[in-house]
């Protein structure tokens, strides 16, 4: 990380000036807890050590220039008027952050913002909510606003929502900007409550399995399993009015009305009802350190997403069934929508490089094709970063 810093500095000093705040912004995992916060369940994630590097500075003008060093573009806008999406893509990110401030009263001024780092594009790390908080951070840093890091997860989420255009839940944004050192955060997606469970040992990896396939099927399945479980809910609240969502069913309840639903109906609520409670047992695990429990655990997850949710594929299935066989791993599952995108592993540190080096060549002869693997750590949230170079605005 350290030569991501360096560089971010030598690229803003080279097209902006010297003064500057340097913030750091972490992608996440979500360790357990998949297609649970549309139903206003429990996930898990964590803040990993792949982050993005943001260099920030107020500029005296009405203009916001920036620069993304990995892809060595350039964006520049006034922001005094409506402001408009931009067809290079990555700029929207930054500008919904400083639309949505504007929309709830704090004025945003010109800013100049240089930004990279070693968060892995669509590898299910959630780069874009990494960049939303990293620079919605470092405005509130600029300005002195007060704003309370769950309120700051509000912002970046409808920025996604409604300037990018991506309906997207607010766990990435949450578990970026809230995330703690050696801490897993367990957060209800209905109240945003949130509570730390310790993910500290250092003998322990977590390793993601990127089948580098890309499915457009996820979108348009991930708006029909939504639909599902909905039709799940109203059926229920014919016999319990307070149900709100999924998150409210026992799972007694729910066998007591199979013959009441369409069978695949059943398996979509069965799975998320499931799938919440080994969030809370996953929970306890980790208080008690009790890996092997917690892995298991994964396992069930990617079991469910598997055969009742019914949004893995075989590049993921294979991969799961690969690490189940090898030394040294806790579990496996599926992370993310589904359809492709990677698996996330648990592994003993001592195994580690075993472990990548099995995975790729067991996942080259059954598939023919190759996977990237990325070693990560649990890291802390989004934050400044101490610098000789960061003055105040």
């Known amino acids: 990380m350290e030569r991501w810093i360096q560089q971010i500095e030598e690229e803003f000093q080279h097209h902006f000036g010297d003064r500057y705040k340097l913030i750091k912004s972490p992608g996440r995992v979500n360790l357990i807890g998949e297609h649970t916060d ?5 996930v898990l994630p964590a803040a990993v050590d792949k982050s993005i590097i943001l260099a920030i500075h107020p500029n005296e003008t009405n203009t916001c220039r920036f620069y993304a060093v990995d892809k ?23 500008l919904g952050i400083v639309d949505q401030l504007r929309k709830q009263g704090y004025e945003v001024n010109g800013f100049d913002c240089v930004f990279g780092g070693n968060v892995p594009i669509g590898a299910g790390m959630s780069s874009s909510a990494a960049l939303e908080g990293g620079v919605l951070f470092g405005l509130v840093e600029l300005n002195g606003w007060d704003i309370p890091p769950v309120e700051m997860a509000k912002i970046a989420q409808k920025a996604e929502n409604e300037f990018v255009g991506v309906q997207c839940g607010i766990m ?69 009015s307070e149900i709100e969502s999924l998150r409210d069913v026992e799972l007694s309840l729910l066998f007591q009305h199979e013959k009441d639903m369409d069978p695949t109906i059943f398996k ?126």
């Not at 549309?38 to 429990?42: A, C, M, R």
């Not at 964006?75 to 067809?87: A, C, P, V």
């Not at 209800?188 to 499915?215: K, M």
């Open 38 to 42: 549309y139903n206003d369940g429990f």
């Open 72 to 94: 060595n573009e350039s964006f520049e806008t006034e922001i005094t008027g409506d402001l408009q999406k931009s067809d290079q893509g990555w700029p929207n990110y930054l």
């Open 172 to 240: 990435d944004q949450f578990a970026s900007l809230n995330g703690k050192e050696g801490y897993a955060l367990k957060l209800d997606c209905r109240s945003l409550n949130y509570e730390y469970f310790p993910f500290n040992r250092d003998d322990i990896q977590i390793v993601l399995c990127d089948t580098q396939v890309r499915r457009e099927l996820a979108s348009s399945e991930y708006n029909v399993r939504r639909q599902q479980c909905e039709q799940g809910v109203e059926i229920l609240q014919q016999w319990d």
């Open 268 to 393: 979509r609520c069965k799975y998320v009802v499931e799938e919440n409670k080994r969030v809370i047992q996953a929970c306890n695990d980790l208080r008690q350190g009790a890996m092997d429990s917690f892995g298991q655990r994964m396992y069930q997850s990617h079991a469910g997403l598997r055969h009742e949710y019914e949004v893995s594929c075989e590049e993921l299935d294979v991969l799961v069934d690969i690490a189940r066989d090898l030394k040294g791993v806790f579990g496996a599952r599926m992370m993310g929508g589904g359809f492709g995108g990677c698996t996330i592993n648990v592994v003993q540190e001592d195994h580690v490089e075993s472990f990548t080096k099995q995975v790729k060549e067991k996942y080259q002869q059954q598939m023919d094709n190759q996977i990237r693997v990325y070693q990560t750590k649990v890291s802390s949230g989004t934050h400044l970063i101490s610098s000789q170079k960061v003055t105040s605005s």
